[in-house]
Structure formats: structure tokens, C-alpha cells
């Protein structure tokens, strides 16, 4: 296993990131259950080893690799990487990302494919947009990161709400992997939403009770409530995952928050130890920090 040292927010986002998605993976689908879960476990159904990431890390990953390789957002070569994850484990990939992509593969233009799934499903207000788009927040500075994740988020998702929500938690992982204080961060993101249902639910995130839903503005409230109600980052992965339901996504998005806020040394060792493509990640999270700085 690497060895780094230093409070590295970066890559203690990115590495927080695929924590919260293994560990809630085998939590995926189940009910929110008494039974507290402190550590990485297989199981779930889609019977996953002990620390295995899912199409959520994997995603992120192409988004991280895409930035840091075309030194900035590149549509064509990012929906290349995305199609290339789907390929190889199609079953793990939300409905609207697994839609766009067949369609994709069939010969449908992206643009178009991203419309005929918003109008085929009635709905794209879904999370897979939101769970992949946090390398955004490390790579671009706040002013710049909330249309960058707009753009991104269409690439998939038509609808616009996905894109507000993925870029009001970018916006704080971009300030808060910049030193930006948690409090601070979320009022920076606060000001800069300019979708009502969203700045109502996350501006207003004590109001609404959590649920971990595949529904964008839900699975974010979710994250963000377990994120800003936690004192410690153990706390916030914790009470993320245990919610059951999309477990591995919301544990993912808190994840991105938390490691972007307490830094890569307050992740439990144990953790790290048992993350699959653990030094991966971290290579790919300095190499996205290193472009970003140039």
C-alpha cells in the first residue's frame, strides 16, 4: 500500500469517495437495519468482496483520468472512458447511465441518447451524474467548477436539476480541498444554486428527513446531511452508509465531502487497507491535483 503522508484533502476526497462506495456497497438495496456496520464486508446482491468498488468508483475514476490526461474537460474522451466501464460490468450501472449507453453502443449520437433517455423514462433526474462528478471539484476552482459540472452532467442526464445537484456538492469539495471551511464551502454553493427545488432542499438540508434515493436531489440531501451533521469523518461514513437504500452512492458523495474537509489522514487505516485499487486512486488523485495546479 502507498505510503503518504500529510492531510492531503485531494486525495483524501477521492480516496473518502471509494470508501463510502465499498463499504455501502453490500448495503445496496437493504433496509436501513439496527444493525450498525463499522467495517469493510462482502455480500450484498450483487455478492461483493470485502473492499470492492463499484461502476460509482469506477466512473469517477474516468472522469478523474479524462481531466488530468486532456488537462480539462474533454466530452468526446470522457464519454469513451465512461463506455469503456460500462462495457465491462454493464449489471452494475444505474438506469439512466445504462440507457444512455446502450443506445450509445446501437449508433445513437450522444447528445441524442442523453434526450431519448430523459423522454423513454419520463425522468433523468437520477444519481449516477452526481456520484461521478466530484474529481470536478478537485480539478476545478469553485467558480469555474459549478458549469463544468452542468456540462458533465448532461452528458447523461437531461435533466438539470442532476447537474445542480452534482454541482452545489462540487462547488464544496473544490473549497474545501483549497483549505475553504465547511461552513463557508456550503454557503459559497448555496449562493451559486440557482435551481429552487435544490437550494430548498440542500439550503435547507435539517428540514428533510433523509432518504438515500437513486432520485438526484434525495441521494444529495442525504450525503450532505450525514456530511454536515458529523464531527468526525468516521461519523459521516458511517451514518451515510447505515442509511441502507442507495447506500453506495450516498456513502460515496459523503465520502467526497468528508475526505475533501478532514483530509486523507483522518481516514482509518484499516480502511484504506482493504480498498480495492487503493493505490490507483491515490496515484490518480495526485496526478488530477498536479494538472489542476499547472
Known amino acids: 500500500m502507498t505510503f503518504i ?51 460509482d468508483t469506477l466512473q469517477a475514476m474516468a472522469v478523474a483520468e479524462s481531466l488530468a490526461s486532456c488537462k480539462g474537460f474533454n466530452q468526446k474522451d470522457l464519454i469513451s472512458r465512461l463506455f469503456s466501464g460500462y462495457e465491462k460490468r454493464p449489471e452494475w450501472y444505474g438506469p439512466t447511465s445504462s440507457l444512455f449507453f446502450d443506445l450509445v453502443k446501437s449508433g445513437t449520437v450522444p447528445h441524442h441518447a442523453t434526450w431519448l433517455v430523459h423522454q423513454r423514462r419520463g425522468s433523468s433526474r437520477t444519481n449516477g451524474s452526481v456520484m461521478r462528478g466530484f474529481p470536478l471539484g478537485i480539478f476545478y476552482p469553485a467558480p469555474e467548477v459549478y458549469g463544468m459540472s452542468m456540462v458533465c452532467s448532461r452528458l447523461t442526464h437531461y435533466d438539470p436539476v442532476a447537474g445542480h445537484c452534482s454541482a452545489f456538492l462540487n462547488v464544496m469539495v473544490s473549497d ?5 471551511s465547511r461552513s463557508r464551502a456550503f454557503r459559497h454553493a448555496l449562493s451559486l444554486c440557482t435551481d429552487p427545488e435544490v ?29 454536515m451533521n458529523a464531527s468526525t469523518f468516521e ?35 484499516r480502511w484504506c487497507a482493504d480498498l480495492e485499487r487503493y493505490d490507483e486512486l491515490v496515484r490518480i488523485a495526485e496526478w488530477l491535483w498536479q494538472v489542476a495546479e499547472q
Open 235 to 269: 461519523g459521516a461514513i458511517l451514518s451515510a452508509i447505515n442509511l441502507g437504500g442507495d447506500a453506495d452512492t450516498v456513502g460515496a458523495c459523503c465520502g467526497a465531502l468528508a475526505g475533501a474537509y478532514w483530509g486523507f489522514d483522518s481516514i482509518p487505516k
Open 176 to 180: 474545501m480541498c483549497r483549505g475553504i
Open 5 to 55: 503522508s500529510g492531510n492531503l484533502r485531494h486525495v483524501g476526497s477521492l480516496i473518502a469517495f471509494a470508501i463510502g462506495d465499498a463499504m455501502g456497497a453490500p448495503l445496496e438495496g437493504s433496509l436501513q437495519s439496527e444493525a450498525w456496520v463499522t467495517d469493510m464486508r462482502p455480500g450484498g446482491r450483487h455478492f461483493r468482496k470485502k473492499g470492492e468498488i463499484t461502476d
Open 199 to 227: 437550494h430548498a432542499v440542500l439550503g435547507n438540508y435539517p428540514g428533510y428527513d433523509k432518504n438515500p434515493s437513486l432520485d438526484a436531489v434525495l441521494c444529495s440531501h442525504a450525503a450532505l446531511s450525514c456530511f
